[in-house]
C-alpha cells in the first residue's frame, strides 16, 4: 500500500545532541513537508521541499535542518541549536498535479527532551 | 501571506445530534482550496472535506458538510448526527492555488471536539 512511514514514533533527546527524523513515502509525490505541532498552536511549517535536491524554510526553520536527496526521502534534523525541541513533529507530501486534494501525512515522531 | 483562527479550542456534543465548528481566514487571494482535517487521538491526520473557492457550491461528505462563505471569509464545518468516533481535534487549512507556488497548507490552531454518550 502507498503512504509516507514516519520513524520512529517516538525519540528522546538529551539536551545538545542533533537527532534525525525519518520521512519515506512510496507515493511517487514531488513535494514533502515538516511540521510541528504543539498543543494549542495547530501546525506549523518548519521546511517544504518540491523537489530533488531542493528546499525552502518554513515558519520556523530555526534548529532544523533537511535534505532531499531522493525522491522518497525528506528526513528531518533537529540540531542543538532548537531550543525547545519537545513537540509532535508530522511529515506529509503532495502531488504537484494533485495538491488540490491535500497532503497524505505519516502518522508522527513524538520527540522528547530528556 | 494567509491566517486561519478557529476561535473555539473546545466544544461538545450529545451523540446524535448536530455540532458546527467555525473557521475563519484571512487572505487576498481570490482562488484558493480550504480544508478540514480530523485528528484522533491517534493522532493521524484525515482529510475530512475539502472545498474550492470558485465552486459556490458547498461541499458534502456524508454527515459531514461545510458553509462557505466567501466574502466573509468563513468556511464552517457542521457535522450532522455525531457519533463517538467523531471525537478528535478538527483542524481547518487554506491552501493558494496560485500556479507555481508551493502550495502549502495554513493551519488555524484547532478545535477539540469532544462527543458525549
Known amino acids: 500500500d502507498g503512504g509516507i512511514t514516519q520513524s520512529p514514533k517516538y525519540l528522546f533527546r538529551k539536551e545538545g545532541q542533533n537527532v534525525t527524523l525519518s520521512c519515506e513515502q512510496n507515493l511517487n509525490h514531488d513535494a514533502m513537508y515538516w511540521y510541528r505541532q504543539d498543543p494549542g498552536q495547530g501546525l506549523r511549517l518548519i521546511y517544504y521541499s518540491q523537489i530533488v535536491n531542493d528546499f525552502q524554510k518554513g515558519d520556523i526553520a530555526e534548529g532544523y535542518s533537511v535534505s532531499r536527496e531522493k525522491k522518497e526521502s525528506f528526513p528531518l534534523t533537529v540540531t542543538s541549536a532548537q531550543k525547545n525541541p519537545t513537540a509532535f513533529y508530522l511529515c506529509?507530501?503532495?502531488?504537484?498535479?494533485?495538491?488540490?486534494?491535500?497532503?497524505?501525512f505519516g502518522s508522527g515522531t513524538r520527540l522528547t527532551v530528556v | 501571506a494567509q491566517t486561519v483562527t478557529q476561535s473555539q479550542p473546545e466544544m461538545s456534543v450529545q451523540e446524535a445530534e448536530t455540532v458546527t465548528l467555525s473557521c475563519t481566514y484571512d487572505t487576498s487571494e481570490s482562488n484558493y482550496y480550504l480544508f478540514w482535517y480530523k485528528q484522533p487521538p491517534s493522532r493521524q491526520m484525515i482529510l475530512v472535506i475539502r472545498?474550492?473557492?470558485?465552486?459556490?457550491q458547498n461541499a458534502t461528505e456524508n454527515r459531514f458538510s461545510v458553509n462557505f462563505q466567501k466574502a466573509a471569509k468563513s468556511f464552517s464545518l457542521k457535522i450532522s448526527d455525531s457519533q463517538l468516533g467523531d471525537t478528535a481535534m478538527y483542524f481547518c487549512a487554506f491552501m493558494t492555488r496560485f500556479v507555481g507556488s508551493a502550495r502549502q497548507l495554513t493551519f488555524g490552531s484547532g478545535t477539540q471536539l469532544t462527543v458525549l454518550p
Open positions: 506529509a507530501s503532495s502531488s504537484d498535479s494533485l495538491s488540490r486534494y491535500g497532503y497524505t
Open positions: 472545498q474550492e473557492a470558485y465552486k459556490q
